[in-house]
């Protein structure tokens, strides 16, 4: 997830040159890099562990070609409602370009430049730059600890057109129409203000370039049975999204912020992820239980007195009765977007 809560997203970041520019020439993977070693200090929010100072402000899959150093600015984050619990995580390395991202890939050419905004553990960044194998691809998240993940991603499956880097949606630091493609999946719907950030999306996309976002949204999410507990959850789950910022009902709104960022030619489409099989209902349901109790929702939600460790492990179980059911079936709607600049 990447935001700005600072009012000018000025912190120092330091970078190597050469891995700085986006369009680098190619060349064969070498060992990925951890680069940047000072600067990030998150402020701890009440109930969450400190953030230590000194985190990674970039990651990248290319050799350095420089010595020299450079500072740049460098993002701050705002609050991340899920945060990065082993439960969230785990629903993130899930996804692909595939289940995730369908409506943009017919538009993929294999030259494409592109930009992956919070682009998480990277696993559907991969699969895109694996889409453009003559181009280049850039994933960016506000949470350095997570780009670890899309790092080792990304070496594992030998993908050598793709780099890493710590990024604030609201200032990103790429030069206007770097790119031809910018993607963000999962992102607005955590944002307090998505048209903003639509907006700089749409500065580093090049004139005829493409937008592509997808967003679930809770609102509209279905399921069955309807195991007490489990719409008192859909209630607490918006009531912190939006104490913290959020619009958990975003699907429904995509086409409204993209007109309001300027996009005049815009292509609206839905689609859903569906977790009915066994294997599908323990992941969900387990996934959901344990954020309810161990991540930073839990937390907020005690934070904000909108419920006690009590009424949250009552919740947990209620996820825990409704994957039990044989005959279960969870619905995720999704509005998703194709806008041309």
């Known amino acids: 997830m990447i935001a700005d809560t600072s009012g000018n997203g000025v912190l120092p970041r330091y970078e190597r040159s050469g891995l700085a520019q986006i369009f680098l020439p190619r060349s064969p993977l070498s060992v990925c890099a951890?680069?940047?070693l000072f600067g990030l200090c998150r402020q701890a929010t009440a109930g969450s562990r400190q953030q230590a100072a000194g985190r990674a402000h970039l990651f990248a899959c290319r050799p350095a070609r420089h010595d020299?150093?450079?500072?740049?600015?460098?993002?701050?984050?705002?609050?991340?409602i899920h945060g990065y619990h082993d439960s969230v995580l785990?629903?993130?390395r899930r996804r692909t370009a595939q289940n995730s991202a369908a409506h943009l890939l017919a538009h993929l050419d294999p030259t494409?430049?592109?930009?992956?905004?919070?682009?998480?553990p990277g696993t559907i960044t991969v699969d895109l730059a694996a889409r453009c194998p003559a181009g280049e691809v850039v994933g960016v998240d506000a949470a350095a600890e997570v780009l670890e993940e899309a790092v080792a991603e990304a070496r594992s499956r030998e993908c050598d057109n793709v780099t890493f880097e710590v990024g604030d949606v609201y200032h990103l630091r790429f030069a206007d129409g770097a790119f031809d493609v910018v993607h963000a999946h999962q992102v607005l719907q955590h944002l307090s203000d998505p048209v903003a950030a639509l907006v700089e999306m749409r500065r580093v996309c090049r004139?005829?370039?493409?937008?592509a976002v997808r967003d679930a949204d809770y609102g509209a999410m279905f399921w069955f049975p309807d195991v007490p507990g489990m719409e008192e959850w859909r209630t607490l789950y918006r009531r912190v999204a939006?104490?913290?910022?959020?619009?958990?009902?975003?699907?429904?709104?995509?086409?409204?912020?993209?007109?309001a960022a300027g996009f005049a030619e815009v292509a609206a489409s839905a689609s859903a992820w569906c977790f009915a099989t066994l294997e599908e209902r323990n992941w969900w349901a387990g996934l959901w239980a344990e954020r309810l109790t161990s991540s930073r929702l839990a937390e907020q939600a005690i934070?904000?007195?909108?419920?006690?460790?009590?009424?949250?492990?009552?919740?947990?179980d209620a996820w825990r009765a409704w994957g039990a059911y044989d005959d279960a079936c969870?619905?995720?709607p999704h509005g998703e977007l194709i806008c041309t600049n």
Request: charged share 20%; net charge negative.
């Open 68 to 80: 020299d150093w450079r500072m740049l600015p460098g993002p701050s984050e705002q609050s991340y």
């Open 90 to 92: 785990r629903s993130h």
């Open 330 to 332: 969870f619905v995720v």
């Open 207 to 211: 004139p005829g370039g493409l937008v």
């Open 303 to 316: 934070g904000l007195e909108i419920a006690d460790t009590n009424a949250l492990e009552g919740l947990a």
């Open 112 to 120: 494409s430049r592109l930009l992956d905004v919070g682009c998480g």
């Open 34 to 36: 951890w680069l940047g």
């Open 242 to 259: 939006r104490a913290a910022g959020g619009e958990p009902d975003a699907g429904r709104r995509l086409l409204s912020w993209a007109r």
